[in-house]
């Protein structure tokens, strides 16, 4: 079997946006982030000579992304998007190790490989109608925002983006611990799989609700996450009405959030506006999570690893080399603060645990993973899978070591949820958008 293929014309206007994106980042790199957050350790020192190489390896990962019309396609150029090509930048920009852009790379190409050669096979389960599933998981995410207010979590409801940070420790401290693993769950998997259960149907009152309780969700945990999902959901579902369209469409999407986030800069620097949505998107949402895949790299190639110490699945019998957790110990060397928790994705979180080893380790699960999504693209048609799982794949790739999104984030779940739904009713290929 081929790896690499001849591009058509589309695949070609896909090769000339990730070339877009990665020349625009850098422009916003170099000229707002570094200027602005020099502070929060962005590396500054531009090599021009590492250009080249960064296109040539952009241009190997898009060769190896196939099967336009599987789930596995949309996710990955998610991943190449969004993970790999802001790595890219910063090691151009920052001139990093060359170690790092090839870590990064072969990470996100096993990824690609794995899913090529591997099938899962579907598993055989008593299923339930998405309109049945429609009705559960509505209300139990009514249920879950209703059980915040019994516990007394309207007591920090705060709608104020800027003050998230100073009370959202007092918000999780008012309520049960239970709520802090319950969050997550509902956040990423259940209000999200019931937002895309409602669009399927057409119940656009059910869509109103879940948006409600995602907003809700923020106010009363301070977690800016939740309020962005819902929007994430409906571009996905509608951006996935053409595979041959969705992934162009999600580069022109980043690129026009660049662009936004560019003007707000600009502006900021000329005294008229507080660069929120620029800090928030181009900062916060694109370069953050390889930032901190950097700082996992650059720490753990030169101190011992952690070998899943802090993972359920050692059950306490692996000691920690240090006495802070790895998201903790990156918070305290790198901003020096330890109560920070610095999470990162797979490349980070796997070399923190294992080094190399740990990486692709990591890259081959998250590969059979795609596999197993690809079964039931098939089978339940490939748009619904994407806009089931967009939210759950991103964190997964950015911001979650694999094992607590499996055991903590809800990623079995949600498996479990897809494993026993029946397609039937509409077809998402022709809901309107």
């Known amino acids: 079997m081929r790896i690499f293929k001849v591009s058509s014309l589309a695949g070609a206007r896909i090769y000339v946006l990730y070339a877009l994106l990665f020349f625009f980042l850098l422009f916003v790199f170099q000229n707002f982030i570094v200027v602005l957050f020099a502070s929060q350790g962005y590396p500054d020192n531009l090599a021009v000579g590492n250009i ?64 090529i050669f591997f099938d899962i096979r579907r598993i055989k389960l008593k299923r339930v109608t998405s309109k049945q599933l429609l009705i559960l998981l509505t209300g139990l995410s009514l249920a879950f925002i209703g059980s915040i207010f019994v516990f007394g979590g309207a007591r920090f409801i705060n709608f104020d983006f800027s003050r998230v940070y100073g009370i959202r420790s007092d918000a999780a401290e008012n309520l049960p611990g239970i709520f802090g693993y319950l969050s997550p769950l509902f956040g990423k998997v259940i209000i999200p799989f019931a937002t895309v259960l409602s669009i399927l149907w057409r119940r656009w009152s059910m869509v109103a609700i879940l948006v409600g309780c995602s907003v809700l969700l923020f106010a009363l945990t301070a977690h800016k996450a939740p309020l962005f999902y819902p929007f994430i959901v409906l571009f996905v579902f509608w951006v996935a009405q053409s595979s041959s369209k969705a992934v162009e469409l999600l580069l022109i999407a980043i690129l026009g959030i660049l662009a936004i986030s560019s003007i707000d800069f600009w502006l900021y620097t000329n005294g008229k506006e507080s660069m929120m949505f620029g800090s928030l998107f181009a900062r916060r949402v694109i370069l953050v999570p390889s930032l901190l895949n950097w700082f996992y790299f650059d720490w753990f190639s030169m101190h011992e690893k952690y070998y899943w110490a802090g993972s359920k699945l050692t059950l306490g019998l692996i000691a920690p080399p240090e006495s802070l957790s790895a998201v903790n110990l990156i918070g ?91 397609p039937e009713g509409p077809s998402p290929e022709k809901v309107a958008s």
């Open 52 to 115: 080249p190489v960064s296109l040539l390896l952009i241009v190997l990962c898009v060769s190896c992304i196939r099967r336009p019309e599987m789930p596995s396609y949309f996710f990955l150029h998610l991943g190449l998007s969004l993970l790999i090509t802001p790595s890219l930048v910063l090691y151009c920009g920052g001139s990093l190790p060359i170690s790092f852009a090839l870590t990064s790379v072969s990470a996100f190409l096993i990824i690609a490989i794995t899913t």
């Open 332 to 422: 305290l060397e790198y901003f020096n603060n330890e109560e920070m928790s610095a999470n990162t994705g797979w490349i980070g979180s796997g070399y923190a645990n294992a080094g190399l080893f740990g990486v692709y380790l990591y890259s081959v699960l998250i590969g059979l993973f795609f596999s197993f999504l690809n079964v039931y693209g098939r089978k339940l048609g490939a748009r619904l899978v994407i806009a089931l799982f967009t939210l759950p794949v991103l964190v997964m790739l950015r911001s979650t070591d694999l094992t607590t999104m499996l055991l903590t984030h809800g990623l079995l779940i949600a498996m479990g949820i897809l494993m026993i739904l029946r």
